[in-house]
């Protein structure tokens, strides 16, 4: 594995245990630094592959490497710690009295204490701007701080890859474009699985294009966006009077 290479998925498949096969060989690798859009439509088997990234499902075939460690049942701690995942209800992730002990709590899980620990949370919180609300409990805040704390809890960790599901969802347009650009400030590889196309084509340099389980399509942004027909064959559309080639 080349040294600035993050992530590989090699011939991954996997089904439900209904039967329903979900992913059929998927091949991805991300190197250090890439900021990653996966898109594709309802049912593509995108959240599938990325509950393989930190090991919530085990591969049926096929191989998950993060930073050259196998996603397998012995080294999950570590690989939790390394791909932090960032669920769309900000609420599965915030779960203690104030957003201070919410982002504190993966770290201390790891041994973290004192004045460590604090200045991991202040990192953390600095980041996506919320350094002011340690105090504050999170069912008091709006969902797009919310949503902000949930991304800070996981950053606590100081994660290799952060994974975000569907970070614009819900937002109104001043925290949508707040949110872009913390995730633009962050110094971090990132996969962000979205049906926000203008969302992934100002943030994502690439994008990789899922359909019935397997990749279809990985190309820079603007030119998967810009691909009529790729786009219609996958249900994917652009909002109306949305022109990628000159939104950028
Ligand atoms: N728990 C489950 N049991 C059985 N089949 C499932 C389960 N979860 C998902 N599937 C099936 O696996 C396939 C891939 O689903 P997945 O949720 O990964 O798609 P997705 O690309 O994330 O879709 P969406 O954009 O709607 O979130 C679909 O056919 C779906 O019906």
Known sequence: MADDVTLEVAGLAFAYPDGR??????????????????????????????LHLNGIHTAGAGSVTVAGLPVAKENLTEIRRRVGIVFQDPDDQLFMPTVGE??????????????????RVAEALTAVGMQEFADRAPHHLSFGQRRRVAVATVLAMRP????????????????RRELAQILQSLDVTLLMVTHDL?????????????????????????HLLM?????????????YGFNPSVAL
Do not use: W
């Not at 599901?165 to 937002?171: A, G, I, Q, T, V």
């Not at 027909?229 to 996958?234: A, I, W």
């Open 198 to 222: 203008p969302y992934a084509l100002e943030l994502c340099p690439r994008s990789v294009l899922m359909d019935g389980g397997v990749i279809v399509a990985d190309a820079p942004t603007p």
């Open 227 to 239: 691909d009529a027909e790729l786009m219609r064959e996958h249900r994917l559309e652009l909002p």
């Open 160 to 175: 290799e890859i952060l994974v975000l599901d569907e970070p614009s969802s819900n937002l109104d347009p001043a925290s």
């Open 21 to 50: 096969q979900a992913l059929f060989g998927v091949d991805l690798t991300l190197r250090r630094g890439e900021r990653v859009a996966l898109l594709g439509p309802n049912g593509a088997g995108k959240t599938t592959l990325v």
């Open 102 to 119: 919410d982002v504190a709590f993966g770290p201390a899980n790891l041994g973290l204490r004192g004045a460590a620990l604090q200045e």
